[in-house]
């Protein structure tokens, strides 16, 4: 367990200065549920992330996290909702006439894109901040500027918006527009962004889930929407790894979730389940990590 003294210094149990540990949560659709049990260990730990990072999925996460829900109370949610197909359309059938039209771009060249703000304001709970000045731990939030062809890092002004350009996976969901600039997903450039903890914190958490395409059949050939995915997630491991060589986080882990699809959120349960071992994983390398960090730091 972790506490503060009169001056707001985190300390540990054994009355040391705690370390300042920062959390990077990957994009990878679906596989993020796996998330959930990363924060989870924070929680059982009695430990507070000092900063957040988080590219698509993984800043859906780390903005609930940071909004002061507990890891039990999102596990709770994410299994209520996607554990229950029904009340997904409950929830978009009772929606107004004008919000479902609004939910979707129709339109030759889009091709009926999700608008993914609207999403988010239908299905994220109703207790994460609207703005990140409101938040408990600090938050970065990856989107890419489609045009520029660079990364954008969002940590101040309203929230929503930022997520959704983090979640604007292309061909799913449509760009958004934000300070003049066309934003698409941070998975594009950024989809681990353990890089942005670096320097300001003493430890650093990496969790990856891109994963991979999923092969059924030996030699199967993809369909357009596997292609697709698969392309990308391809694209994003070659991202991840070309940063690796140049630096690396603390600790980097990767839960086993590559057999599921980017788009599998109706299988949160059997995705959690599977992911199970990260738990004493993170647990283990973080007890380590902040050891070590004490005993350099004891003199």
């Not at 985190?10 to 540990?21: D, E, H, N, V, Y």
């Not at 292309?170 to 958004?176: E, G, I, M, S």
């Not at 003049?180 to 594009?188: S, W």
């Not at 430890?203 to 092969?215: F, K, L, Q």
């Amino acid at each position: 367990m972790s506490e503060q003294d009169g001056d707001g210094q985190l300390l540990t149990a054994s009355g040391k200065t705690a370390p300042r540990i920062g959390l990077a949560l990957g994009g990878g659709g679906a596989r993020g549920l796996a998330h959930i049990l990363a924060v989870q260990v924070f929680d059982e730990m009695g430990l507070r992330p000092a900063l957040i990072a988080g590219s698509s999925i993984g800043a859906l996460i780390g903005a609930a996290y940071a909004s002061q829900l507990s890891a039990a109370e999102i596990r709770a949610y994410v299994l209520e909702l996607f554990g229950n197909k029904r009340e997904v359309l409950r929830r978009l059938f009772r929606a107004k006439p004008r919000q479902l039209i609004d939910l979707f771009e129709l339109s030759p060249v889009s091709q009926a894109q999700i608008t993914p703000e609207g999403l988010l304001e239908m299905f994220l709970p109703r207790q994460i901040s609207r703005e990140f000045r409101f938040l408990r731990i600090p938050l970065l939030v990856t989107a890419t500027d489609y045009y520029d062809r660079k990364l954008v890092v969002f940590d101040q002004g309203p929230l929503f918006p930022a997520l959704a350009a983090s979640i604007a996976l292309p061909t799913v969901f449509r760009p958004q527009v934000i300070g003049g600039r066309v934003l698409v997903d941070g998975g594009i450039v950024n989809p681990l962004p353990f890089d942005l903890l670096q320097g300001q914190c003493d430890i650093t958490v990496a969790i990856d889930v891109t994963g991979g395409p999923v092969e059924e059949e030996h030699n199967e050939i993809p369909g357009f929407i596997d292609a697709s995915f698969g392309a990308s997630q391809i694209m994003q491991h070659a991202i991840i790894y070309a940063k690796l060589k140049n630096d690396q986080p603390d600790i980097l882990l990767r839960p086993k979730v590559d057999g599921y699809r980017v788009l599998e959120f109706f299988k949160p349960e059997e995705i959690i389940n599977d992911a199970l071992p990260m738990k004493e994983e993170l647990r283990s390398a973080l007890e380590a990590k902040i050891a070590a960090f004490e005993a350099e730091n004891s003199s």
